[in-house]
């Protein structure tokens, strides 16, 4: 996780600056008139840009099947940031998958190359589910070069030509993401997005990588992926671990991308046989071990949404000022811990707090 002086720099510093370097200014644009109405009526080829956060492809795919549906003959984009790739390609519904790497003043080859590949795609239609805070989607939104260009509004800045203010009070992440839906009329998909693998494949996922299974064993999942916001320290998670295996009979999975490999590292050595380790790079098998879950502990991380998103029992662990816009407003199965209450305790301590709302018994039957 930065350090506080590091996002007290990127947001007071570099960003602005990123904004004024890269912002529109007295732009005469000598581009050919064209119609929004034809723009909206019959587009044929759309870019769809995810919000950057934890979870933010799996909170939008339901809005992306949305637009899927709405225009069925579209060639439909997603532009995901490189160290989503493993999600992004497991949309089916999606024609076109572009790569980016995050920076923080728009300069690079690596920049220019993504905006040469958007130019070459022609959009008619673009849409920016990111928050108004994040430069890189918005900036990439504009650089597309889409006729259509829908985004969350921030300051002047003309990097949508449809714009949107969001609600200045905290809202939940999917009514928000909607509005660019309803702007245009697009309705609602009433299926959504379903993350399952079929049986066949599921059980071939479960006999490769649960390894030494037993009848009756408990499974749950403890996920050390830095997240958005405060997070347990390494030895809070080990007591979580600890805590978790106390009960007969259960393994921990410890889920965590490559960063945070040497803490995932060290509660395997330390629960042996105990624990087993997945790093998330593969979103059919975490979706496989997800479901052989009895709970999952996670922050505000990718692992917390998908494991929502499928309907998982999950105990969040986030802050109180998180809560209205990332755990659902009706979430049976979800509980929420505050991180912030967990602050000054121990590791025995949290391990207690978490352990007694999320470890069930076994039925003594």
Excluded at 248 to 268: D, G, S, W, Y
Aim: aromatic fraction near 8%; charge should be negative; glycine fraction near 6%.
């Amino acid at each position: 996780m930065q350090s506080s002086m590091t996002n007290w720099v990127q947001k007071s510093v570099l960003h602005p600056l990123a904004l004024q370097i890269a912002t529109p200014r007295n732009i005469v644009d000598d581009s050919p008139a064209f119609s929004v109405a034809d723009a909206l009526q019959d587009p044929k080829r759309i870019l769809l840009i995810p919000d950057n956060q934890p979870g933010g492809i799996f909170i939008g795919a339901s809005k992306f099947w949305a637009i899927r549906e709405r225009y069925p003959n579209a060639s439909l984009d997603l532009l995901a940031d490189r160290k989503k790739e493993f999600i992004a390609r497991e949309l089916p519904f999606i024609d076109e998958t572009i790569l980016y790497e995050n920076f923080v003043l728009p300069f690079g080859p690596k920049r220019k190359e993504v905006v040469d590949r958007l130019n070459g795609r022609d959009y008619d239609l673009a849409f920016c589910f990111s928050n108004i805070d994040d430069f890189c989607p918005a900036y990439y939104c504009y650089k597309s070069g889409a006729r259509v260009r829908i985004g969350f509004q921030s300051g002047e800045n003309a990097f949508f030509n449809i714009r949107i203010v969001p609600k200045t009070e905290a809202t939940y992440e999917p009514n928000r993401l909607s509005l660019l839906l309803d702007i245009l009329g697009i309705p609602e998909s009433t299926e959504g997005v379903s993350w399952s693998v079929s049986e066949k494949g599921a059980r071939r996922i479960r006999e490769r990588y649960l390894v030494g299974s037993k009848s009756g064993e408990r499974l749950v999942g403890l996920d050390v992926s830095t997240a958005l916001g405060e997070t347990p320290s390494t030895k809070q998670f080990l007591s979580i671990a600890k805590s978790a295996t106390q009960t007969p009979n259960t393994r921990v999975l410890i889920f965590f991308n490559c960063e945070e490999r040497k803490a995932a590292n060290q509660i395997k050595e330390a629960l042996g046989p105990r624990a087993l380790m997945f790093q998330n790079e593969d979103l059919p098998r975490l979706v496989v071990l997800l479901e052989s879950c009895e709970r999952i502990i996670a922050g505000k991380t990718d692992i917390f949404h998908l494991a929502v998103s499928m309907g998982r029992p999950v105990t969040g662990l986030l802050t109180q000022d998180q809560v209205p816009q990332w755990a659902p407003p009706e979430r049976p199965g979800v509980q929420i811990v505050d991180i912030d209450a967990l602050k000054s305790v121990g590791p025995g301590e949290i391990a207690q707090r978490i352990g007694s709302e999320t470890i069930d018994e076994p039925d003594s039957n």
